[in-house]
C-alpha cells in the first residue's frame, strides 16, 4: 500500500476526513483530494447550522444512529486535541400540541434505543428553567447537544492531510473518469491525476460525479434549499441554547428551529424549499438542464404526488417572513417577524429513489477500486469521522458497503 495513491472527490468535510482517515490508517499512502471550488468546506459543509448532533432522531440500528453516536465522540475529542470550538450548549425538543405529544413519547423510545447521553423529559415548567422565554407541554432535553464551526473542522482536516504528506487540489472539476491499466484516471478538462482507488464524496454532485465512475443512477440527488433569520441582536439572549419543534416522521427534516451559533449569534430554520440549481442559494438561481433532469426523474413526480401540500406550504414561508415565523413564534413567542431578518441559505443534497422516497439513511456504494458516498445527509457532520472510519473500511475491503 505504500506506493498507493487513494483519490477523493469533494472537499466537504465528509471527504476531507476520509482522506485524513485513509492518511492515518496507511502511511506512506498518497492521498489527493480533487475539489472544484476555491476553498474547501464552500456548500454543506459550510452553510449547516453547526450543531452536533446526539442520536435522538435516527433510526435504531441505522447507520446513521451507530455514526452519529462514534462520529460524536470522535469529533468532540478531534476539537478538544485541537483547541476547536465545541460547546455542549444542549437541546429542548418541544411539543406544542397533543399530536406533538404522542410523537414525542415514540422518539423518547428511538432515543432511549440510541442511548443518547442524559436525555430526560421535561415538564411544561422545567421548559422554562432550560429556557425561560420558550414554551410547549412538554419536551425531550439533550444536554449533550454540541454546537461547532464545521468550516474550521475541515480546515484543520485538509491540514493533517497535508501534514501527512497528501494534497488538498482546489479547482480541479471532475469531467471524467477513466478506467486505465491497473488504476483510474480522474481528469478536469485537460488535466488528469493517475489514483490505484476513488473515492467520491461529491455532496451536491454525488449522483452525476459516481455516474462518471459508472456507478447506478439511483438515487438522484434532489437540492433543497433551507433559508436562514438571523435573530436581532435585542432578542438573542431569548435563546440559551437549541430549541427544536417535534419532527414529522414522513420527512428527514428537522424544521424550522432556534439555534445559538458558537460566534453568539442565534438564527431560525432552516426551511426546505426545492431548489432549482444544484448550488441554488437563491430563489433567482435557476439552472434549466437541472430543472430537466429532475421532471425526467420518475421519482420527482412521485415525490411531488406525495408531498406537495408540504411544499407549497414551505414556499409561501419562503416568500413571506410573517408566515416563516409564525410556526417558529410556537416555541419562542416573544421572537416575531420584526425580530429576525434573512441571512445566509444552503442547500441540502437530499437523495430521492426511484418511487419517490426520500433517501434517509447513509448510503454508501462500492465498485472494485471506486467507493461512492451516494447520501450523507444530517447528521453528517456530526457522524463525519465515524463516516471516514466506515468508508474506508470499505475502501480496504474490510467490510461490505451499505
Known sequence: ??????????????????????????????????????????????????????????????????????????????CADRALPYEESGKLVVAVNA?????????????????????????????????????????????RTAITD???????FAQDIADSGGEVRLGFPVTRVGRVTGGLEVASGERTVRVDRLVVCAGLHAD???????????????PFRGEYMRVSDEKAHMVRSLVYP?????????????????????????????AYAREGYTRSRVDPRELLRMAAWPGSWHMARQHWRTGVREMRGSFFTSVYMRAAADYVPDIGPKDVARTKNGVRAQALDRD?????DFRIHRLGAVTTVRNAPSPAATSSMAI???????????????
Open 1 to 78: 500500500m505504500a506506493d498507493e495513491t487513494i483519490g477523493i472527490i469533494g472537499a466537504g468535510i465528509v471527504g476531507l476526513a476520509v482522506g485524513r482517515e485513509l492518511a492515518h490508517r496507511r502511511p506512506g499512502t498518497r492521498i489527493v483530494v480533487l475539489e472544484k471550488e476555491p476553498d474547501v468546506a464552500l456548500h454543506q459543509t459550510g452553510h449547516n447550522s453547526g450543531v452536533v448532533h446526539a442520536g435522538i432522531y435516527y433510526k435504531p440500528g441505522s447507520l446513521k444512529a451507530q455514526l452519529c453516536t462514534r462520529g460524536r465522540d470522535l469529533l468532540r475529542a478531534y
Open 356 to 360: 419517490g422516497s426520500l433517501v434517509d
Open 388 to 402: 471516514a472510519e466506515y468508508v474506508s473500511d470499505v475502501v480496504l475491503g474490510e467490510r461490505d458497503a451499505s
Open 208 to 222: 452525476t460525479v459516481s455516474r462518471l465512475a459508472e456507478d447506478r443512477a439511483e438515487p438522484r440527488i434532489i
Open 99 to 143: 399530536d406533538d405529544v404522542a410523537r414525542l413519547d415514540r422518539l423518547e423510545v428511538t432515543a432511549a434505543e440510541n442511548a443518547v447521553p442524559g436525555l430526560r423529559r421535561v415538564s411544561a415548567a422545567e421548559i422554562r428553567e432550560i429556557e425561560p422565554f420558550a414554551t410547549g407541554l412538554a419536551a425531550l432535553h439533550s444536554p
Open 246 to 274: 417535534v419532527p414529522d416522521p414522513r420527512y428527514p427534516f428537522l424544521g424550522v428551529h432556534f439555534t445559538r451559533r458558537v460566534t453568539g449569534e442565534v438564527e431560525v430554520g432552516p426551511n426546505a424549499v426545492l
Open 150 to 156: 464545521y468550516g474550521r473542522i475541515a480546515r484543520s
